[in-house]
């Protein structure tokens, strides 16, 4: 039977993500010990709330450094939501916070007002179109497809080939999955997204 383990943080949906994870028959690991990092196969931090308070949680309990060595193995990491952008350079969210730097690039807040001088609702919550960059690694082939999002801040990846994905909310361009190596991100919910979340959750374990 294949294995994942999730990072049992709090503010997380984690049991929601269990609950995904097991329809697919996957045995999942809630990771306490921040020691069962380097146990694990495959690696899920899912999390919403705020940038700076899950890095402090990751360094407080010793996570941080744990999570830095699964990457330098290059076995697979999944980051889902606000677990995605901890995996950029940093965050203006709060104040100026360094994240893990896998991905080059920076989160921002989305916007106030879109090209038509429009108002924006933020957090982003809907139910949106994913679209697909060209040759994006077809295991991840989700276009056509809608994702949930609940956000109020988003990503923006330096390089290009590192954005597999994309949303439009408002005319702004929401990054939606990136990948580089092993290592993914997805700013939706899979694990609140049906069977297409479930299929994406399915398409991290064949890596």
Not at 92 to 104: H, M, P, S, V
Not at 108 to 130: E, R, S
Not at 150 to 163: D, F, G, T, V
Not at 170 to 175: A, L, M
Request: hydrophobic share 40%; glycine share 6%.
């Amino acid at each position: 039977m294949k294995e994942v383990s999730i990072i049992n943080y709090p503010y997380g949906n984690v049991l929601s993500l269990i609950r995904a994870f097991e329809y697919l028959k996957i045995k999942v690991n809630l990771i306490d010990n921040p020691r069962d990092v380097k146990k694990s196969n495959r690696l899920v931090f899912p999390g919403v709330g705020t940038f700076k308070n899950a890095i402090d949680f990751l360094k407080n309990n010793n996570f941080y450094e744990e999570i830095e060595n699964f990457f330098y193995l290059n076995k697979p990491f999944l980051g889902i939501c606000l677990g995605m952008q901890v995996l950029l350079d940093d965050s203006e969210e709060l104040e100026k916070t360094n994240g893990f730097g896998i991905i080059r690039g920076k989160v921002v807040k989305l916007p106030n007002k879109n090209t038509a001088n429009k108002i924006i609702k933020t957090p982003h919550m809907n139910w949106n179109l994913i679209l697909y960059n060209k040759n994006t690694n077809p295991i991840f082939n989700l276009g056509g497809r809608y994702m949930y999002f609940l956000h109020s801040y988003h990503a923006i990846p330096i390089e290009k080939n590192e954005l597999l994905a994309y949303s439009i909310y408002e005319d702004i361009k929401i990054c939606a999955i990136i990948k580089k190596r092993n290592v993914v991100g997805c700013q939706f919910h899979p694990e609140k997204s049906g069977k297409d979340g479930i299929k994406f959750l399915e398409s991290f374990m064949t890596l």
